[in-house]
C-alpha cells in the first residue's frame, strides 16, 4: 500500500538536513534539473489525465480558489500566509533568503505531506476501501505550482523518494498553471478576421486564402466547425444542447459549465455557486480539448460576453460571433411558457425556502426596464402563483433583447468586443420547434395545452442536423475538409 512515512522531528532532521550558503542554490539547481527530465507540457498533460493520471496541485488554497486545472486535487505545500511570506523575502531580500525560509517553513512537515498526497491519492481512486487494491499498473501523480519551479520540482522530488515506485510514477508539469492558462485562453486565438458574409454562405476564399470564409482562431489548430443554437427566450435551447449530445454530435454547455442560465433568473436551478471567470475558462478549454477536430462539428448555445458572473473569453465570444452557421429556433409562444415555468417554476424549484424572494427580487433588478408599475404587476402575479402570466409579461423584454443579439449588429458596450466583431457574419437557419403530435406549423388552439416535456426535442435535432447538411450541401465540398 505504498511506503509509510512516519518519522519523528529528529529523524525528519535527519533524512531532510537544512542546505547552507551556496547548497542552497545547487540543492534547487539539482531538483529543477532532474525534474526536467520527467516534465510534461500541455498537450502531453491531456494526455496523460485521459489516460488516467492523478493531479495534484501544489500552490497555496487561495491561489486554487482562483483557477486550477480541472480535475486537481489541491494539497498545498505552502499556506497562503506562509506563501506571502516567502514571496516578500524574494521581493525584498532576494532569492537566496526566500529559499531559505521556505526550506524552514516545510521541513518538518514533509512526512506528514507526502502521507497526505498518498492518502488523497487513495481516498480518491477508492483504494482506501475494504477489498480494493492497487492496480497492477503504477499510478502517475504528476504535479504543478504555479510556474513549474521550486514548488512542484521540490515536492515531486520528494515524492519520488519517499513513494514506492512499484505503485506510482510520477512528473510535473512544464510551466505549471501558467501554462495551462495560455493553453486555455490561445484556444480561440491567435486572431479572428472577418469575411464578407456571402463568402461564408458560398464557400468563397477569404483574404487569407482559406476557403469557405472560415474565420481563423477556432479550436484546436483551426481545425473544428462551430454551430450556434440560439432562438429566443424559452424554445428549448438547453434541452436541444442535451438532446444534441445524446445523439453523439460535440456540444459546449456554457450554462451549465458557468452554473447559470445567462439572465437574472439564471441562478435558478442551480445547486452550487459559479466558478470565477478565469476558472470557467479553464473548464470551457478542458471541455474542447477532449474533442474531436473537422470535420466534427461543434454546437454551442448563443450567449453574450457574459453568463452570469462568468465573462467569457473574448477571443471565444469573437469566435462565436464568427460562427459559419446559426441556428434560430422557433417555437409558439404557449410551448415556450410551459417550458418557461417548468425551468424557473416547477414544483422542485419552489420547494427551496428562499426561491420565492429571490424571485421577486430578480423581478425587481429590472425595474429600470420594465418600469415601476410593470414590475409590481409581475410581482403580483408571482405571490398569487400564476407563474405563466409572470412568464409572459417578461417575453416581450427578453424577446427585443436577443432579437438585438441575433441580428447583424450589437449595440455598443464597453467591454464586449471590437468593433469589427460585433456583426453576425455567418449563415442564419429558422428551425421550427414543435409539440409531440403537432401536425401544423404552430401548436397554438386546443393541442397547445401541453406539459413541457411534450416538446418534440427529437423531431428538433433531426431539423436542425438536416439543416446543418444542407448548409455543408450549399457551400461545396471544402466545408467537408477543413472549415
Known amino acids: 500500500m505504498g511506503k509509510r512515512v512516519q518519522s519523528s522531528v529528529a529523524e525528519s532532521r535527519k533524512r531532510y538536513p537544512q542546505p547552507h550558503g551556496k547548497n542552497k542554490n545547487t540543492f534547487a539547481v539539482r531538483v529543477k534539473n532532474e525534474a526536467e527530465d520527467v516534465s510534461l507540457n500541455v498537450e502531453e498533460l491531456v494526455c496523460a489525465v485521459k489516460l488516467g493520471c492523478f493531479l495534484v496541485d501544489v500552490r497555496s488554497p487561495g491561489e486554487y480558489a482562483k483557477g486550477h486545472v480541472p480535475g486537481a486535487a489541491n494539497i498545498p505545500l505552502f499556506e497562503d500566509y506562509e506563501r506571502s511570506k516567502v514571496a516578500t523575502a524574494r521581493s525584498k531580500q532576494g532569492k537566496a533568503v526566500a529559499l531559505g525560509i521556505a526550506l524552514k517553513l516545510v521541513r518538518y ?46 515536492v515531486w522530488w520528494l515524492f519520488r523518494r519517499s513513494a514506492s515506485t512499484a505503485l506510482f510514477t510520477s512528473g510535473i508539469v512544464c510551466g505549471g498553471y501558467r501554462s495551462y492558462r495560455e493553453f486555455a485562453r490561445s484556444l480561440w486565438d491567435p486572431a479572428i478576421h472577418t469575411v464578407k458574409q456571402s463568402d461564408v454562405s458560398l464557400g468563397r476564399p477569404n483574404q487569407l486564402g482559406d476557403t469557405n ?46 452554473r447559470h442560465s445567462g439572465s437574472v433568473f439564471g441562478w435558478v436551478g442551480q445547486s452550487s455557486k459559479q466558478p470565477v471567470s478565469e476558472h470557467f475558462t479553464n473548464l470551457v478549454a478542458y471541455k474542447v480539448a477532449w474533442m474531436q477536430v473537422s470535420p466534427h462539428w461543434i454546437f454551442i448555445e448563443d450567449e453574450g460576453p457574459h453568463v452570469g458572473k462568468c465573462s467569457l473569453e473574448p477571443s471565444l465570444f469573437k469566435c462565436m460571433r464568427c460562427a459559419p452557421l446559426v441556428i434560430n429556433i422557433l417555437a409558439p409562444k404557449r410551448l415556450r411558457l410551459r417550458m418557461l415555468v417548468d425551468d424557473y417554476a416547477s414544483g422542485e424549484c419552489r420547494t427551496h425556502s428562499d426561491w420565492s424572494s429571490a424571485m421577486l427580487l430578480s423581478i425587481g433588478k429590472l425595474q429600470k426596464r420594465l418600469g415601476e408599475e410593470h414590475t409590481k404587476s409581475l410581482q403580483y402575479h408571482l405571490d398569487a402563483g400564476q407563474y405563466e402570466t ?66 418534440d426535442v427529437d423531431r428538433a435535432i433531426k431539423d436542425i442536423l438536416h439543416a446543418v447538411a444542407a448548409f455543408e450541401h450549399r457551400a461545396g465540398t471544402g466545408l467537408t475538409a477543413d472549415f
Open 213 to 258: 470564409g472560415r474565420c481563423s482562431g477556432l479550436p484546436l489548430s483551426k481545425g473544428s466547425r462551430i454551430c450556434i443554437i440560439g432562438g429566443r427566450t424559452g424554445v428549448g435551447k438547453t434541452r436541444v444542447l442535451s438532446a444534441l449530445l445524446r445523439a453523439g454530435e460535440q456540444i459546449i454547455d456554457l450554462e451549465r459549465i458557468a
Open 109 to 154: 512537515k514533509l512526512d506528514s505531506y507526502v502521507s497526505s498526497i498518498l492518502h488523497v491519492i487513495k481516498s480518491h481512486r477508492g483504494f482506501l476501501k475494504p477489498g480494493n487494491s492497487f492496480p497492477k499498473i503504477p499510478v502517475k501523480v504528476v504535479f504543478y505550482c504555479w510556474s513549474g519551479g521550486m514548488r512542484s520540482s521540490a
Open 390 to 455: 409572470v412568464a409572459e409579461g417578461l417575453l416581450d423584454y427578453y424577446d427585443v433583447l436577443y432579437d438585438t443579439h441575433l441580428g447583424e449588429q450589437r449595440p455598443e458596450k464597453k467591454d464586449t468586443c471590437a468593433a469589427e466583431y460585433r456583426k453576425r457574419i455567418g449563415t442564419i437557419i429558422e428551425v421550427r420547434a414543435f409539440s409531440i403530435g403537432s401536425i401544423g406549423k404552430e401548436c397554438d388552439g386546443p393541442r397547445a395545452n401541453l406539459n413541457p416535456d411534450l416538446f
